[in-house]
């Protein structure tokens, strides 16, 4: 099987018949009762014992998962918010998801500048070998706000190790065109941010897909099929069905 990303995605989703994912967004007055007691009869800290319930709660429902979905999406703010014992439960999550045969997005949102931007995705992007890094991400959600040039070593991370990268282009959240509907020279910002991830994809592009994909909303649909017109080689992920509407 090759290591491109996008060719072991579609893999999976044609393994799996469907292109469907499963988020893991763990909020401990979210889960199960059972969970719950358990981290509140535990002697420990309490961020520690609740770190070890979301773990739990992944692992868990990653199990149940496996045989249905290609990919699963853990929410990493989630797991942060309990500290070094969150990320290791984050970490947890993903190895066991990896192991399970599925393709991880950890959704951090990550974006920065230089070598900060290369930390991040030496962190999180493990790509084909889970192995490479603690946060073993097949791919990861990344910011674009500060230009086009903080995405370059992301893209350069992900090609070497066979990795994606899923850039925000059009949120999903209410609040989204306060920034990304400004326009320039009657161009939005959102449709300059698709014609740069469009160029990237292009570039790295096995089989007319390529690694670096785009976040678009659900809940803007006619602006979902503009966009997959104007970005014919790029992988979207989609949020926002259900609770938001879409």
Not at 71 to 95: D, I, N, T
Request: hydrophobic share 40%; net charge negative.
């Amino acid at each position: 099987m090759s290591q491109h990303f996008t060719t072991r995605l579609h893999d999976a989703i044609r393994h799996k018949k469907t292109p469907a994912l499963v988020g893991i967004d763990p909020r401990f007055s979210f889960l199960p009762d059972e969970l719950q007691q358990k981290a509140e009869s535990a002697r420990e800290e309490d961020w520690i014992a609740k770190a070890k319930a979301f773990a739990e709660f992944g692992c868990r429902l990653i199990d149940v998962v496996a045989p249905l979905v290609p990919a699963v999406k853990p929410q990493a703010a989630f797991f942060e918010e309990l500290g070094p014992a969150g990320s290791a439960a984050l970490a947890e999550v993903m190895q066991h998801a990896r192991k399970a045969g599925l393709i991880v997005i950890c959704d951090g949102k990550r974006g920065d500048i230089g070598s900060t931007a290369d930390a991040y995705a030496r962190a999180y992007l493990a790509g084909a070998d889970a192995s490479t890094t603690p946060w073993a991400a097949d791919c990861l959600t990344v910011n674009p706000y500060l230009g086009a040039d903080t995405l370059e070593p992301f893209v350069k991370i992900a090609e070497e190790r066979g990795a994606g990268i899923y850039v925000l282009v059009r949120t999903s959240n209410p609040g989204a065109g306060e920034f990304q509907d400004r326009e320039t020279d009657q161009v939005k910002h959102f449709q300059h941010v698709a014609s740069v991830v469009e160029e990237l994809a292009t570039r790295t592009s096995e089989n007319a897909w390529g690694s670096v994909g785009a976040v678009v909303g659900a809940t803007y649909p006619e602006e979902l099929e503009q966009l997959r017109l104007a970005m014919p080689h790029t992988p979207f992920l989609v949020p926002g069905y259900g609770s938001q509407g879409g």
